[in-house]
């Protein structure tokens, strides 16, 4: 059995799930709704302020899909209550970030600057010049432009320099030596 996927999901008071025909699942929050088409083959059952998933047999696709769609309803619920959060750090000497209204304007050394509109339902900040919070209901979509701003100018082995994600370490490497 998937540890995760028989882990009933707990809605939070404030939330309305509502699973329509072929697994169509709306979650509505204070911080928005989220709506995505799931397996159809999953069994996904509403019961008091729990919901649980469950599958109809030990097919290798059946098992597959089992924890991936109980994680993707949690995301969501998650999503409309608290909402996901991504901390990106510019480092680098003459490397900044700003906000000019809903763009991001990224200076990393290239001879323009790199501009970046917020896609819809994300909403990135700039705290101080050197870090970027990417803020969103939808956990995929979260990560998804943080990728792409980090892939802008991509962390580097020997100074360090580049865009690089709040938690991430970077593997340092030793530079060369002159010779004597």
Known sequence: MSRIG???IAVPAGVTVSIAENNKVTVKGPKGTLERV???ELEIKQEGAEIT???PNDLKRMKSLHGLTRTLIHNMVVGVTDGYEKKLEVNGVGYRAAKQGKKLVLSLGYSH???MEDPEGIETTVDGQN???VKGIDKEKVGQFAAEIRDKRRPE??????IKYATETIRRKVGKTGKK
């Open 131 to 133: 870090v970027i919070i």
């Open 38 to 40: 799931l397996p159809s």
């Open 6 to 8: 028989k882990m009933p």
């Open 113 to 115: 600057p790199v501009e």
């Open 53 to 55: 998933v469950s599958r």
């Open 157 to 162: 082995p020997y100074k360090g320099k580049g």
